[in-house]
Structures are given as C-alpha cells and as structure tokens.
C-alpha cells in the first residue's frame, strides 16, 4: 500500500516538527527481492513502483522534491486526470499536482497538496452540462482523523478515510454544479499518512449534444441602436458515436437571427451556432424586450432552453445650462460681494435642445467645499499609518461559548453555505445583510480552534471567528460638578479656561435639526426623559401602527425609538431599547440633550434624532454579534453616524466588515479609544477604535487642564483626536443628572454631537468631509503632540465654521423629473454666507443626456466684515446707503468734535452684491432709509 509522509510523526506522544511534505508509493521488498511488477487484480489495481531515495531540504511550491533516477515526473493536471475538457482549478493550504508516482491507469494521477495538520487541498472543476461524472479515488490517512471527500455545490456526498485501494465512483450532476475533492487532515500531528488521490475523470453528458457557454444573451442600447453585444455564439459537439440532427428555435420573430438555424453532426464534430440582433432590433420601442430560444437533438428530444433579454433604452434629450449671470453659458456662476447676514439669488436654466425626444434630469447635487481648511481627501485614511493585519482567531480572549462567526467570500450562495454548516454539526442562528457572514450554534462539545480551523480551510469561507465579549469604556461616577466644563470652560472647576470644545460659539452656526440621525450603540437610553424625549428617533411605521405587529415588516415588533440585541448570537430581542445601566443614556445625554427647554442640561446639539440601539446588558457588556446587528439595523434605517462608546474585544473580521459596509452606506463610526490606563493603540489595538476602516473617528480622553486624562488609551496614528472625558455631567435614566461620568465613553459622543452639527449645516455631505472639517479644525495642543494623530483636541466652532453651506439650493422640482422636448426649467441658487471669506461650491447636474450625463456649474462669491467704501464728505453731493454705525462715526470723526449732526441723509443709491446701485423702484429692497438730526 502507497504512504505519504507530511507534516511531524508522532512517536510516543514526542512531536518531531515535519520539514518534508512529501507522497510517494513505498514498497519494502523482501532480502533477495527485485523490483517488479504487482499484479492488477480489479478494482484493487495497483501500478509498478520503484524504491526511491530523498533528502531533507528542498521543498518548492508546497511540494517536496524527491531526487534519484526513478523521481516520479510532474504531470499537468488535467492530463493526470485524464480529462483537459473539464476546467480544473486547486486551492487551498496546497495545491494539488499530476504526478506519474502512483495511478490508477499506470501512468500518472493527481495528488493531494502535501499539507500538515488543520490544512487541506480542493481541486475543483464545473459541469456546463446535466450529466455523470466518473472518477477513481483512493487515499491513504490516519482513519478517523484524516479523510479524501467528494463534494457536490460544497456539500459532502461522500468521503474516505484509512488505507483504501483504488475505487470507482460515479454521480448525476446538473448543469452547473461545482464537483469538488478535499483532502483534509484534523488538528492531531499525523504519523505521516496524508494523501488522496483522483484519476480518469470522466463526465458524460445525459445527451450527446453538448452546448457550450451555457448561458442566454442579453445586449443593451439605445433606439435606433447600435447594440451591444450584437451577437452571442455557442459550440454545440456531437460527444456520441452516431450522427446527430440538431435545430434551433425561438422568439424575437423579426428582429433576432439563428444561423444556422440547424443541421448535421458527425461523431466528434462540432459546429458554431450564432445568435444575433438584426435591423429589426432598431425598431423596436424603448424597454425591455426578453425573448427565448431552445437548441434541441432532434433525434433524442433532448431541448436546453436559453433566456435573452434586450434593453433598450429612450434617446434622451440634450442638455444645455444657462444661468442669470452673464455670460450666461460659461458654467459659472460668481455672486460677488455679499454682506453676511445678507443673500443673493440667482437661477440656472436647464434647456432641453432636442425637439424630439424627452431629457430627464436624474440628480442635483450641492457640493461644497469649505472655505479655509479643506477636508483631508489626499489621505483618505486618517485614523492609521498602515493596513491592520487580519489577526488569527483568539479563543483566550472573552467570548461567547459555542459560537462563531463565519463571514464568506462574495457570491456564495445559501444552499452552499448550509451545507458548511450541516457538514459541521452547526446550526445557523443569524444570517446578516450587511456583511456576508452568519452566526453559528455548534454542538457543546466542540473545540473552537478546531472549528476554526475546520472552517476556514473550507473554499469560499473568507473568516471563522469566536463572538467576542466587549463592554461600555466607562469608570465609576464622581462626584457632581454643577457646570459642563467640556461645553464651555471659563475656570469653574479650577483648571485653565477655554479647555473647552467651544460649544457656545459653534452654536452661533447651528443648534443642530432633528433631520440629523444618530445611532448610539450602548446600553440602551431612556428614551422616556425630560431632556432625550423630544429629541428621540421615531420609527413612524411602527409609532403610528398596531400595537404588538411589525408593521414595517422588519421582523423586529414595535421598534419606535430602535431595538435591542443581546441575546449573544445577533438575534433581535425585542423592539424595546430602554436603557437599564445608564450608560447609553449619559452618551446621548452629551450629544443630544434638548437644549433651550429650561431643564437639565444643553449639550452639543439641542436638536438632533437619536436612535437608540442597545446590544450591551444591563451590566454593560455584549457580544460582537449583537454589535454588528445594531450596527445593520442604522445602516438599513438610514442613520448618518453611530457613537461607540464600548470595546475591548479581540480583532473581529465580521466587524470590521461591518463597519466598513457602513461607510459604503456614508455612515461615520464614532468610536472610544479605551480605558485601559494609558495603553498605546498602536502597540496594543483596542476595537473597534484601531480599526483601518476610513469612516472611524477614534476618540481619547482630555481633562479640565487640556491633558489626557490618566487612563485614556492614545495612539500617534490609530487615535484620532482628544476630546472632553473627565467629570462630565449629562443624563441618568429615571430624568436624573445625579453625577459625572469620566472615560474616552464620554468623549466620543462629543465629536459625535459636532459631527452632527456639521451634517445638519451639510445635508448628505460625504462622511469623508465631515472627518476632515471636525480633524483638521482641532485646537492643536503640545501635550498631544505624539499622542494622537492630529496634535489636539476637537474644536467645534472651527470645525463648522470652516464648513459652512453658504450656497443653497431652492425651487427645484422633485427628481428626477423631465423636460419636454425644447423646453426649459429653472431653480434658484442662494448665496447666503454667514461667514467672512471667500467662499465657493459646485452644483453637479445628472440627467440622460448620451454625451454629457453629468455638468458641473461652479459657484463663487466672497463675504466681507467692512461696510462699503464711503465716499469722503467733501464729495457728498450724492447721497449714499451705508451701515448707520460706520456713518456716523465717520462723519463724527470728519467734524472732529461731538456736536450732532444736522442733515438729513437720504438713499439715492445702495450697495448691492459688490458694487453700487443707482435707487429705483424696482430694486429689492425698495426701501430709502433717513437719518435725523
């Protein structure tokens, strides 16, 4: 019988490491014996061997080299199988080899990789044809620990383990099923007995007209044409031993042509059947127009049916942008001088030039662009220096007992993946939208790392993970400090003023809007008090339904303020998400408390939607499954940023795909940077904080003197900034506000309530350009320098003041909507500045136009603090409009002295947009101003 030899021997519980991977047909002959031949016997044939020698070194590819004058000869795959029509592809922890060594047929075979334990090698190959494939197999392997299967769509049909001898098999398969061959070896070190092998592949299809590609055609173009693709073509072959006739037919009468429309095939002979649109297709109506086509034996009765599908589409109209400014068709639109607190308005015309054919206008989009700093954009990612390795499954760390994650590859289907999981005792519990991964139950007895290891060795599963254990980043309260220090600091507890967030002057720009939708994935929040109600997410659906139904068919019951997870494996608990720690209420408390409402406390935003998703217990921890449902849950709600006051498990995958699905979806993630004394994140991660994902804002702990607190993480490249973290006073469930929380928990949902006002200045602005307005705006500071990556701590005032909208959009109608054929619409652009600068934007216009889909028309204008020029008295024969202040001091200071001024001053002119204007009726305002005496 054959052995191999791979990975270590065990001997008498001694592992020697293994540095030969190696298979090769042993014989120990008899003294006195010569080589010869063995004889066949049936299905137990064997082939002649040779005795080899081999040293210890060399290993190439995953292969050992065996030297002497017998070494067996590499052979390319598919001629070992004995079949190149069948496409063959091997992966794995190696790849399997056509090798002459040992055979079926006495000439060569494919071989297993030479693997060690917890690895296995898959050749892989799929059937274009209904049909049964044929193939000898046999293996050699410690029984009962390692084994060859076969595989149908990834499912286990059969399997062999031991020392078994060659055996035939055969099974039906259908068109387009994956066969697959795994050889697989357990965690145990083996004593070296680790190799299957696969020969005489053979697959016949149920006919002997066999049709290659085995898919329908489907081309797209515009009326008229032309098409694309205009033809599709297909090898039909006779794989019998008598001629055949065959024929095509189909819809599409008129328009679609089958040449040749049928015929003759010899044994062996192959033809080319072409499938094409003709002039007909240019008549056709704009839509879809699918049509259907059979190619038949005529002979067996044997028919494959193939669905094509031809879209047409309108020809649209032609787009040409005019605006009120002249030149009127230059793209460009600049407002000149506008005095803050003042506005000016002007239209772009949308012309549909084509007098046949309609021109929809699919979007308009307001881009801004920030006057002063502009957001990061050359470095997208900003809260790392460099790619976080995908780090190995940790079973040491906290987790939830029997369970794991197992995220797959893309395109996997879910009869593929049950069988994964039916061929691992494991049943599926949770299966997420947002990432491509489910949460499994496996039986009580199980090794995780084998389960990992088990999983991840499948083809198509990306990861398999434990479900992590993390906890709310929070220490114990303090005692109550009358005044939010992180808000507005002016020395009220002893420490520098101005150490502060400068929450008082941001909101000179914006006390936030209840448009603005915040995720806090926490503890929970009690939606119910005084100063959160007003300001809670309402779930109108559910709000405004029946009691005890889901009536926005979500599958979670009455829903109206979020959700709770913390079942442990990522199942929905209930609809209720009522805060019964604390925590979850404090976060929101800071980034959205109702402000102005003459109770409690005015926090960063006075008027925000909070969405309470809770997934930490009532202790305050959870589970990474739970996580990632809450986190599903505000992507599928439309939530723009979530707060992330929690952490501390070990590197999940499934998370981190997670998060990064929920930037794909324009979704900021706010996130603790730890409390574990001041540990380096970069040395030592804390998730989610340390993640690479771009849409993380990773957040320390400041104190009332502007230092780190005592035991915030940091991190010069996985830290973003500092803010507030130390006695900060906020919501308690209950309508409390009975002490102070400290920790980096406290600190995210400050930027996460700046983050919050930005978007509410900036509706649908790129989550890109929030990070960038709130980290390039910080208040830089030396003590940070070295300790986080931008140098200081969050700065709201600047951060919104360097992101102001000073244009707006308006009287636009609903998209998209059309434009006849030569006609027109207009909408109005605002330059409304509230801030000095110079200040410019974009508006990108979308439609259907062929050559232009998508026009740019920038915007520009510049705000100023000064009045306008004055002329000097002596040349006030004209009367002139200006800002009474500026008036009057300095004519005040023309007179030199303090005597009131006698005259009368009244508008002839007035200074608009730059530059003066002489006074009529029609000017807006039509207003004349008089000073008296």
């Not at 089958?258 to 649109?277: E, I, M, N, R």
């Not at 981190?656 to 991660?685: C, E, K, R, T």
């Not at 490249?717 to 409390?736: C, Q, R």
Request: aromatic fraction near 8%.
């Amino acid at each position: 019988m054959s052995k191999c030899l791979s990975g270590g021997e065990r001997l008498a519980g001694f592992v020697m490491p293994g540095f030969i991977v190696l298979c090769l047909a042993l014989i120990i002959l008899p003294a006195g014996a010569t080589n010869g031949n063995i004889k066949d016997d049936g299905a137990n044939r064997r082939t002649t061997t040779t005795a080899v020698s081999w040293d210890t070194n060399p290993i190439v590819d995953n292969r050992a080299i065996v030297h002497g004058k017998d070494a067996p000869e590499e052979v390319e795959l598919c001629n070992a199988l004995d079949n190149c029509v069948l496409q063959w592809t091997t992966l794995g922890a190696a790849n399997w080899v056509g090798q002459s060594l040992e055979a079926y047929d006495g000439e060569d075979a494919a071989r297993s990789g030479g693997i060690t334990h917890s690895q296995d090698s898959w050749l892989e190959t799929m059937v274009s044809e209904s049909g049964t494939l044929s193939f000898w197999w046999q293996v050699s392997s410690e029984e009962e620990h390692d084994s060859l299967g076969f595989y149908v769509d990834y499912v286990l049909v059969e399997q062999i383990s031991g020392s078994m001898p060659w055996v035939r098999k055969s099974f039906h398969m259908y068109a387009g099923q994956m066969a697959s061959w795994r050889y697989s070896k357990d965690g145990l070190v083996s004593s070296g007995s680790d190799c299957g092998w696969v020969d005489a592949v053979e697959f016949v299809p149920d006919d002997a007209l066999t049709i290659s590609p085995v898919s329908g055609f489907s081309s797209t173009g515009y009326q008229n044409g032309p098409f694309t693709p205009s033809s599709k073509a297909y090898t039909l072959t006779n794989t019998g031993g008598a001629s055949l006739v065959w024929s095509v037919s189909g819809d599409g009468t008129g328009w679609v042509e089958y040449a040749p429309a049928g015929g003759s095939l010899a044994p062996d002979a192959s033809v080319l059947l072409t499938v094409s649109l003709n002039a007909g297709a240019e008549a056709l109506n704009a839509g879809l127009h699918p049509f259907d086509y059979a190619i038949a034996n005529d002979g067996t009765g044997y028919s494959r049916t193939f669905q094509g599908v031809l879209t047409v589409i309108p020809i649209p109209g032609e787009i040409v942008i005019e605006d009120t400014i002249v030149p009127a068709d230059d793209l460009d639109v600049p407002f000149g001088n506008v005095i803050p607190g003042l506005s000016r308005t002007e239209q772009i015309i949308l012309h549909n030039t084509d007098a046949a054919h309609e021109l929809v206008v699919e979007g308009l989009t307001l881009m801004r662009v920030p006057s002063g700093k502009s957001p990061s954009t050359t470095q997208p990612v900003l809260s790392v220096s460099a790619d976080v390795p995908k780090t190995k499954a940790d079973t040491t760390r906290p987790h939830r007992p029997g369970q794991l994650i197992v995220g797959f590859k893309p395109g996997l289907k879910h009869t593929v993946t049950n069988g994964f999981h039916a061929s691992m005792n494991a049943k599926r519990v949770r299966s997420y939208t947002l990432i491509s991964a489910d949460v499994v139950e496996l039986p009580a007895d199980t090794n995780l790392d084998k389960a990992v290891a088990a999983y991840t060795a499948l083809p198509g599963v990306a990861y398999a993970e434990p479900n992590y254990e993390v906890h709310a980043l929070v220490t114990p309260n303090d005692p109550l400090f009358d005044e939010l220090w992180g808000m507005n600091n002016t020395g009220q507890t002893g420490s520098p003023p101005d150490a502060d967030i400068n929450a008082p002057e941001a909101w000179e720009f914006s006390k936030g809007s209840h448009d603005v939708l915040v995720g806090v994935i926490d503890t929970g929040v009690d939606y119910t008090h005084e100063d959160l109600a007003a300001n809670m997410w309402v779930n109108e659906a559910e709000y405004t339904g029946t009691a005890g139904v889901d009536d926005d068919g979500n599958g979670i019951v009455d829903d109206i303020h979020g959700a709770r997870w913390t079942n442990g494996d990522g199942s929905v608990t209930s609809g209720d998400p009522m805060d019964g720690d604390g925590h979850g209420t404090h976060c929101s408390g800071t980034l959205g408390g109702v402000g102005n409402n003459g109770v409690g406390v005015a926090d960063v935003n006075w008027n925000v939607s909070i969405m309470a998703l809770k997934f930490l217990d009532d202790s305050g921890s959870g589970y990474d499954t739970d996580a990632i449902s809450a986190l599903e849950y505000a992507v599928d709600k439309g939530a723009h940023l979530t707060n992330n006051s929690w952490g501390g498990g070990g590197y999940s995958q499934a998370l981190a795909d997670a998060i990064n699905a929920a930037g794909m979806a324009n979704q900021l993630f706010i996130a603790a940077a730890g409390n574990d004394i001041g540990n380096n994140n970069d040395v030592n991660p804390h998730y989610p904080a340390t993640y690479p994902s771009d849409n993380i804002i990773a957040v320390a702990a400041s104190g009332q003197n502007d230092y780190k607190s005592y035991l915030s993480n940091y991190g010069p490249t996985t830290v973003d900034l500092a803010a507030p973290g130390v006695w900060i006073l906020s919501t308690v469930p209950g309508n409390g506000y009975d002490g102070t929380y400290s920790g980096t928990s406290m600190a995210a949902p400050h930027v996460s309530g700046v983050a919050a006002l930005l978007l509410s200045l900036n509706p649908g602005a790129p989550y890109q350009e929030v990070k960038g307005w709130i980290l390039d705006n910080v208040t830089p500071l030396p003590q940070w320098e070295g300790l986080v990556l931008t140098g200081g701590r969050l700065n709201a005032v600047e951060a919104l003041s360097h992101s102001n909208p000073h244009f707006q959009l308006a009287n636009a109608p609903e998209l998209p909507f059309a434009i006849e054929p030569g006609g027109s619409v207009a909408f109005d652009v605002i330059y409304a500045p509230i801030a000095v600068g110079t200040h410019s934007g974009k508006v990108r216009i979308s439609s259907n136009d062929m050559d232009e889909s998508e026009v740019e028309v920038v915007l520009s204008g510049s705000a100023s603090d000064s009045d306008p020029p004055v002329p000097h008295p002596a040349d006030l024969n004209e009367d002139f409009l200006i800002v009474m202040s500026e008036a009057i001091a300095y004519l005040a200071g023309w007179q030199q002295g303090t005597n009131p001024i006698g005259y009368a001053i009244r508008a002839a002119y007035l200074w608009q947009n730059g530059e003066w204007y002489l006074y009529n009726g029609s000017l807006t305002p039509p207003t004349c101003w008089e000073l008296a005496p």
